[in-house]
């Protein structure tokens, strides 16, 4: 293991990939933006600067946003008041002005107390017109909370706090979760286990009880938030219970970020900037193993659980969870680095190591959701968390196992039937359009034969003469045709260097993921195709460009590379031959002539050497 | 007053009549609820002094109704009632001799799986098989089906020799032949007895199945010491001294009341949904429910491995075959035989096995889980229950390979338990024809196979699999059925809609596949149209790739 963090792999790491620029990802959250996607700044709440250079908290973020009416003495009074010095902040707005607030316990000990912290929570409560009263939320068992005020911290005094509603909410701390979670692994890795030893295993292991409650927490929250009443979430230190609960009641209650980009806007937020310390939890350098937990796999769990309930909310899936955890462990990538923001600035990692997001979102077409479709009238998730309907996450913690998972697993069939749907609509775009084409053409030439015809009848009566006159017009046709074809070639070679011009400006932060040859690619390939559903060929190259039907993934064990397929690993389709590979093996990505729209799509490598070679012959 | 999962209160008029407990309600949204008497497992009364009390009604289907009814005379009356109607067992009085079909029946389900079609399948002419009709009136079996297949040298004369040998007069027949080869047999106990009794006859069968040098599996469904016991009280087994070529393999699996009794704990623990996590997982360990399912399909894949990859002969029995050997060799089917996974040939499949192969439904349905266990008889048991379930834990691991939909088995759960059609009813083929059942009845396979009915319950994933599906029976592999169990309590609307959107996902892929092609055939006829009047050039060689 690791000594440094400079040792970690991310540092060494570079992408084989040339598609993947280092700077990819690393923007994708802007604090400012997303505050502002909730409504703030707004009359009642605004930035501060106080913490710009992590004077008052090292372990919040730079940008922070509290009540409008908080005065300054009172925010840095309340930072002093608060463990770690993690004074309560906004995380987010609700659009009935209700607000989630978060922050870590109070220093209150046994009788001490803060009137600015008390002013805090009370500018808090009034930037909320819709509610008389606010609720605390500790996400601790009542007794551990009361064993911090021996320690001098502890949880507010409804007496001195006015008009707040305490309630604790009994997580356990994260020793427990990771006593329960190698409880649970063992009980998975049990030879040939029983059904009672594995039910007996999961239950005695209390994992399945600890998500329930952080769930059951997440929904408290954010049944109180939707009445209306403004909440204040904390623990202890406000980064790991805190965290969990605050962004799954964010996913329950903004459908944003149920989206794969509010997804990962939501980490950023949440678990990022506000501090998870992610190094010390998933032990990425030899260190204290007490600090290790798995908080972050608990919260994937419980994203994992409501995808079960609601298999629709959600943009992403299975396979995106199951990624995300891969790499917050793997530090291959700089995104979960450190504990905090500044030790991530302090490292330079933007500049040093690539970013997860930019890796996840070459690879978005895999973490897919066939099934996710956007309903306004759930923008608040509905759940029943019956004991019931909390289940095992066999995918996950039974990942490697490759015999015990569905064998014709449904994510995968189905995300293919998307693409399927996608490539063959595509060309029947392109058919149309050739259809049209080719019939209008007919029709000229029918139009200006008949009148031919017509002339012909005039002059001379005889079949034979009318077979000779269709000779004629076929070869003055043919030689007008090659002129226009040859006038497009040139137009198109014009606009593609007018194409090229406007790269640089296209190339804006939001859309740096292309890359400058692609588009001019794209461009020529577009231009390129216009003529080619005009071209006077016959077109079956074209047609059968685009395969009719994908082989099924059914009892393909292996790539053609020999590399066997597990359950795990998705299969992709050829979109040219409908043939099955390996992600290895299906690198490139090609339009296909028989696309309308030309939008390159995965093909397999012999496919693409056609594909390229049928273009080069085609462009002049 | 009704109170329903997942709908809102029904504020209503009740009305009993002699089939059904009707509440329809006042309001302007009409609003109505049927249910069959013979839905009705046990009726709970709660009085409230005089002001009325409440009714819980437990379904068969697993569901519970609240009712308040108004009035302590009305509730006693309206009590009394039920009870007495739900108890009604007189066959000719069930709903499906009165229920009238009010759409055309364009396949009489009642002829869909005559035996000589479906026996034809197993038995080719000139085979070492055949057809026996010496169960034609039903008396050397009474449970038996009047067509049986039984080896080509065995006369009826023997078989009923070895119908006294065999318990419940269940003598071996042929269930399934696996790639013309190895058969799977079915059959009752032998009546061995604590003194050895012997019948040449029955040897006889069963060694000239096997062919010569070849080894068969005798799947006992009971554990080796019940199997012993069993002589005392005139059964056994097959003793290797006179069976030489057989081997005698244990594989208990619970029936009759310890699956009731599986069943009551399975469902105390998920109606009590306010409990822990803890205390759920204990319940739903304790109730075995998961064990007995993992048991069963453990054995049905024994069975299959035996005829599939040792290409072995296999007899099932337990005691009288007529529970868990059903299960065992209907499974086995689902396993091996790709036809058995088609809607049709999943009907015949628990036609032939259960329904002709005299799984006693009425005695086994009439009481369920929410029956008091003092008020149940030990016969009463939830075998069908459980084999369906077993069919839903393969189609969840291959959601691929069956041509129904999971709704279609919860379906025939309903249906096994309380129906308008006579399908299920009666507990052998003999009992339905004295009944006239299907003269005087509907099948339930002439309302389900009709064009209206069926699509939704097609599986909007099948793609045919000739090959043979293992299914993982790990512990983790193995989940409970939440469209039956689950769905009173967690509402299973949203797993419902995804399906929705599975079907719109796979109808557009064949529509813009089929639109494609269509497309391609036009655009060929116009090139070469073109090419013959001249717009377009005829391929040049060379030129013309080969995709």
């Known amino acids: ?620 | 007053m009704l109170h329903r999962p997942h709908h809102p209160v029904l504020d209503g008029t009740l009305c009993i009549t002699g089939h059904h407990l009707i509440v329809s309600s006042c309001d302007k949204e009409p609003q109505e609820l049927w249910l069959l008497h013979s839905n009705i497992d046990t009726v709970e009364r709660r009085q409230q002094g005089m002001t009325g009390g409440t009714l819980w009604l437990k379904c068969k289907d697993l569901r519970i109704l609240q009712l308040d009814v108004i009035g302590a005379d009305q509730f006693a009356k309206v009590a009394d009632t039920l009870e007495d109607l739900i108890r009604v067992e007189e066959p000719l009085l069930q709903y499906p001799f009165f229920y009238r079909a009010m759409y055309q029946i364009l396949e009489d389900g009642w002829t869909a799986f005559m035996p000589e079609s479906e026996f034809s399948r197993l038995v080719q002419p000139g085979d070492d098989w055949r057809i026996s009709y010496v169960n034609k009136d039903y008396k050397v079996c009474p449970s038996y089906p009047s067509a049986v297949v039984v080896p080509k040298n065995i006369e009826d004369n023997d078989l009923i020799a070895i119908a006294n040998f065999r318990q419940a007069s269940r003598f071996p027949v042929l269930a399934y032949r696996h790639e013309g080869t190895a058969v799977l047999l079915r059959s009752g106990q032998p009546l061995i007895t604590a003194n050895g009794k012997r019948c040449k006859e029955d040897e006889r069968l069963l060694n000239s199945v096997l062919a010569r040098d070849k080894r068969g599996y005798i799947i006992d469904t009971r554990t080796q010491n019940l199997a012993q016991s069993a002589k005392l009280r005139g059964g056994g087994y097959e003793p290797e001294l006179h069976y030489p070529n057989w081997r005698r393999v244990h594989k208990p699996i619970d029936r009759h009341h310890v699956l009731l009794d599986s069943l009551t704990k399975l469902m105390d623990g998920i109606n009590d949904t306010s409990s822990g996590t803890d205390k759920w997982l204990s319940r739903l360990e304790s109730s075995s429910w998961m064990n007995n399912i993992k048991e069963t399909l453990n054995c049905a894949c024994l069975v299959a491995q035996c005829l599939d990859q040792e290409g072995a002969s296999v007899l099932v029995h337990d005691t009288d075959g007529m529970d868990s050997t059903l299960q065992v060799t209907s499974l086995a089917q689902i396993i091996l035989n790709p036809d058995c996974r088609t809607v049709r040939g999943f009907e015949a499949l628990i036609e032939r096995e259960w329904i002709q192969g005299g799984h006693p439904f009425a005695t086994r349905h009439a009481r369920s889980c929410y029956t008091p266990s003092t008020q149940r008889s030990k016969i009463n048991s939830p075998t069908f229950l459980l084999f369906l379930d077993c069919v839903c834990q393969i189609h969840h691991q291959f959601s691929c390979s069956f041509e129904f939909a999971e709704n279609f088995l919860v379906m025939l759960f309903e249906h096994s338990y309380s129906s308008q059609f006579g399908t299920f009813l009666a507990n052998n083929e003999g009992e339905r024809r004295a009944m006239k059942a299907h003269e005087r009845t509907a099948s339930l396979w002439s309302f389900v196979n009709r064009p209206e009915v069926l699509p939704k319950y097609l599986n909007p994933m099948y793609e045919p699999n000739q090959r043979v599906i293992w299914p993982s029976v790990a512990p983790m592999s193995l989940q409970l059925w939440a469209s039956v169990f689950l769905r009173w309590v967690v509402d299973q609307g949203p797993q419902e809609a995804a399906w929705t959107i599975v079907r719109e996902l796979r109808e557009k892929e064949s529509s813009v596949r089929s639109q494609v092609a269509r497309l391609r055939r036009q655009l060929q006829d116009l090139e070469r149209e073109a090419v013959d009047v001249g717009i377009l050039t005829p391929p040049a060689t060379g030129e013309v790739e080969v995709a």
């Not at chain 1, 911090?148 to 001195?160: I, Q």
């Not at chain 1, 209306?228 to 980064?239: A, E």
């Open chain 1, 1 to 620: 293991m690791a000594l440094h963090l400079e040792d970690l792999y991310c540092f060494h790491y570079t992408a084989s990939n040339d598609d993947i620029v280092k700077s990819m990802g690393w923007d994708m959250y802007n604090p400012a933006r997303e505050y502002h996607r909730m409504g703030v700044p707004c009359d009642s709440w605004s930035p501060t600067a106080l913490n710009h250079n992590y004077e008052i908290c090292d372990t919040y973020p730079q940008e922070l946003f509290v009540p409008a009416s908080a005065p300054t003495k009172v925010i840095l009074s309340s930072s002093k008041f608060r463990s770690k010095g993690r004074f309560p902040v906004l995380s987010y707005l609700h659009k009935n002005q209700a607000a989630l607030c978060r922050s870590s316990q109070p220093l209150s000990g046994f009788s001490a107390r803060c009137e600015e912290d008390e002013e805090l929570l009370d500018c808090i409560l009034h930037s909320n017109p819709n509610s008389s009263h606010m609720i605390v939320v500790d996400t601790r068992p009542k007794i551990n909370a009361m064993a911090n005020r021996a320690a001098g911290k502890g949880y507010e005094n409804e007496a001195y706090y006015e008009n707040i509603k305490f309630h604790f909410s009994g997580i356990e701390n994260i020793h427990v979760m990771r006593a329960s979670l190698t409880k649970l692994i063992e009980t998975c890795q049990l030879v040939t286990p029983s059904m009672s030893g594995f039910i007996g295993g999961v239950e005695s292991s209390g994992w399945l009880k600890h998500v329930r409650s952080v769930l059951e927490t997440a929904a408290f929250i954010t049944s109180s938030m939707v009445e209306g009443v403004s909440v204040l979430v904390h623990c202890s230190d406000g980064w790991d219970r805190t965290a969990q609960t605050c962004a799954l009641a964010q996913l329950m209650l903004d459908p944003y970020y149920r989206t794969t980009q509010g997804f990962q806007i939501l980490i950023e937020k949440e678990w990022l900037a506000f501090g998870h310390k992610f190094t010390d939890r998933c032990g990425h350098i030899q260190g204290d193993g007490k600090e290790v937990s798995p908080i972050f796999t608990q919260f994937l769990d419980c994203v994992w659980q409501l995808q079960q309930i609601l298999p629709s909310a959600f943009e992403f899936n299975e396979r995106y969870l199951l990624i995300l955890h891969d790499h917050v462990y793997s530090a291959q990538f700089g995104t979960f680095i450190g504990n905090c923001q500044k030790d991530r600035i302090d490292l330079r990692l933007a500049e040093r190591t690539y970013s997860l997001w930019g890796y996840m979102k070459m690879h978005e077409s895999e973490y897919k959701n066939p099934l996710y479709r956007r309903d306004s009238t759930t923008d608040v998730l509905k759940v029943i968390l019956c004991p019931q309907s909390i289940r095992f996450w066999r995918g996950m913690y039974n990942r490697f196992e490759n015999g015990v998972h569905p064998r014709e697993p449904l994510g995968d069939l189905l995300a293919a039937t998307t693409e399927h749907t996608q490539g063959l609509t595509d060309q029947a775009e392109f058919l149309t359009k050739r259809i049209t084409w080719l019939k209008s053409e007919l029709e000229l030439k029918s139009g200006h034969s008949q009148k031919k015809d017509t002339d012909n009848r005039l002059l001379e009566d005889g079949a034979q003469q009318n077979g000779d006159e269709k000779v004629s017009p076929l070869v003055g046709g043919l030689s007008m045709r090659e002129v226009e074809e040859s006038l497009v070639s040139v137009g198109a070679l014009t606009v593609n260097s007018a194409d090229a011009a406007v790269t640089p400006e296209k190339l804006s932060p939001g859309s740096n993921f292309i890359h400058p040859a692609q588009i001019i690619e794209s461009g020529k390939r577009l231009l390129n195709q216009l003529s080619t559903y005009q071209s006077t060929r016959i077109l079956s190259p074209e047609i059968t460009s685009v395969a009719l039907d994908w082989k099924t993934f059914r009892n393909v064990r292996e790539c053609s590379c020999s590399t066997p397929f597990d359950h795990f690993s998705r299969k992709y389709h050829c979109w040219r031959c409908g043939e099955v590979f390996c992600t290895r093996c299906i690198d490139k990505k090609a339009a296909l002539p028989g696309h309308l729209s030309q939008q390159p799509v995965p093909v397999c490598r012999p496919c693409y050497k056609d594909v390229t070679r049928s273009i080069s012959v085609d462009t002049p």
